[in-house]
């Protein structure tokens, strides 16, 4: 669905969900300040019990120009939309709207799919943040948001809360709209310094108070009383300045489900993936190495978990979690003794290589994006950046390239595109953002790739040569492998090797 597919109808009612959220707020604002300017009629609105008073709420409607009106339950009884009835942030049907009569029903939400109403729907799990969908949606249909200085300010402020301040923040989608709107920093200012309220700081103090810790595994576990995401953020930075603390989960219930904050302070959990683990199938996580979140949705944790409770539920996840994983540190790892490792040689398959000098200076500090992975590097003299076909960057020196590879002036390949999007670099010096696609040089070995491995019977954390400090994670079924040129440990998915490996006979 466009929002262009939307302008049949001549009257359009943007409806937030209850107890709206900033991101709610912003993604309807936006969407009636585009509808506006198509000649439709609109009205933004919410309902539910009680109305808004939270002062950053406040103070956002009123600094931005916020036309939100308020619908009591009682009123919404009697209330039959007309034209179209488009729900943002939420899904029509669901526990956390209230429902209103209307023939035509439309969606869009960055929430996994529950309700199924409705015959025009844009659903994307994967963004941080509704108001991140909002803004594609907008481009695509070449609004100027950039010359909308209040769209600006309420999309930023939406992903900003709804990410935590932008530490939960994952994708490249969201971080190419943070990077690209035009915003108010005098209202941003205001906005960031009333969002805990004296409730929420009794929220925190008693909510720390009542924790669960693993000693084994070193991590934590709280339930807060309803309050904001960035409560929940608050509270597990806070945790990881305890000594005996390695990661925590953080959580509180909210009308459709669960909200989540994930933070890690050893190399050996990355947030990000635990975050995915914690909502696989039943909600969306994601985020950075040391700090991520997300939203498990109560309708399918109940179908899938029918008796138990969540405090329960992250017990059993983060535990089983931290035993799922056989660590190898790759500096002084060898091939255990016993095992079926075997020697292999690689069909000679296009790989996509990236020279970082060709654009940055060595010394360089960039954060590299992608899909959802994001990753801080130094560029170091004469490397090199092998784009992996798993999503990940191998780093390696001029001499293995020379050696190893030749340029053959192929298309990238099809398969490259199983990775979402394709791999940016933004320079921290000067904030600007490089696609690699412009740089990248399709290449193949010379002569015939060798290398012994074997396959995985359980999980692993690889942690490479070139990367000491995060992990590559493989999955039962992939494989383990050590290349005879480099010297180099790395993992190939099962269904990658199968296709493009077979024994050497020699």
């Known amino acids: 669905m466009k929002l262009s597919d939307l302008l049949v109808y001549n009257e359009i009612w943007i409806q937030c969900h209850d107890n709206p959220d900033p991101d709610t707020i912003a993604s309807g604002f936006a969407l009636l300040r585009f509808y506006d300017s198509m000649g439709q009629k609109v009205k933004l609105f919410y309902s539910g019990k009680t109305k808004i008073s939270k002062t950053n709420l406040l103070i956002m409607t009123d600094a931005l120009n916020i036309p939100l009106e308020y619908i009591s339950p009682e009123e919404a009884d009697n209330i039959e939309v007309p034209g179209l009835l488009l729900t943002v942030d939420c899904q029509y049907g669901s526990g956390n709207v209230t429902g209103f009569k209307a023939k035509n029903i439309a969606i869009i939400d960055h929430h996994p ?25 907008l481009c695509e249909e070449r609004f100027p948001v950039y010359e909308d200085r209040l769209v600006g300010t309420a999309l930023y402020y939406g992903l900003y809360t709804d990410t935590n301040q932008f530490s939960e923040l994952f994708g490249s989608e969201d971080l190419d709209m943070r990077d690209s709107l035009n915003i108010d920093y005098n209202i941003m200012q205001r906005l960031r310094k009333s969002n805990l309220s004296l409730r929420e700081l009794e929220v925190a103090g008693i909510a720390m108070n009542n924790y669960y810790y693993n000693k084994d595994h070193r991590y934590a576990i709280i339930k ?14 806070f945790l990881m300045q305890v000594g005996e603390i ?3 989960v953080v959580y509180n219930e909210v009308d ?3 909200k989540l904050s994930v ?3 050893t190399r050996e959990v990355n947030s990000n993936e635990l975050a995915a683990y914690l909502t696989q199938d039943i909600g969306t996580g994601g ?7 997300g939203f498990i949705s109560k309708k399918l944790f109940e179908s899938r978990y029918i008796k138990m409770d969540p405090d329960e539920y992250f017990k059993i996840c983060l535990s089983e979690y931290c035993e799922s994983y056989e660590m190898i540190y790759a500096s002084y790892y060898e091939f255990p003794e016993g095992k079926t490792v075997k020697k292999y040689c690689r069909v000679n398959t296009p790989i996509i290589i990236v020279r970082p000098e060709d654009f940055l200076k ?29 999503g990940y960057v191998q780093r390696f020196s001029k001499d293995i390239f020379v050696k190893c590879f030749e340029r053959t002036g192929e298309e990238i390949p099809d398969d490259y595109s199983d990775v979402p999007g394709f791999p940016t670099v933004r320079d921290w010096q000067d904030g600007r953002v490089y696609s690699l696609v412009g740089y990248a040089r399709v290449c193949r070995t010379k002569g015939v790739l060798k290398a012994e491995g074997m396959r995985l019977t359980r999980n692993v954390k690889l942690f490479p040569e070139w990367e000491e400090g995060r992990y590559i994670s493989g999955c039962t079924g992939d494989y383990l492998m050590k290349s005879e040129n480099s010297k180099s ?8 090797f199968e296709k493009n490996y077979y024994p050497d006979e020699e």
């Open 263 to 265: 933070r890690s302070c």
């Open 362 to 390: 060595a010394g360089s500090m960039v954060t590299l994006r992608w899909g959802r992975s994001t990753q801080d590097i130094e560029i170091a003299q004469n490397e090199y950046w092998a784009l992996e076909r798993g």
């Open 224 to 237: 807060t009383l309803p309050c904001d995401s960035n409560v929940l953020g608050l509270i597990a930075d």
């Open 489 to 496: 440990f790395y993992i190939e998915p099962g269904a990658f």
């Open 246 to 248: 390695d990661l925590c």
């Open 287 to 293: 985020g950075h190495y040391e700090k991520a979140g």
């Open 113 to 137: 799919m529950e309700s199924g109403f409705g015959t025009n729907i844009r659903i994307c799990p994967g963004l941080g943040s509704c108001a991140t969908l909002v803004w594609e949606m």
């Open 256 to 258: 459709d489900g669960y």
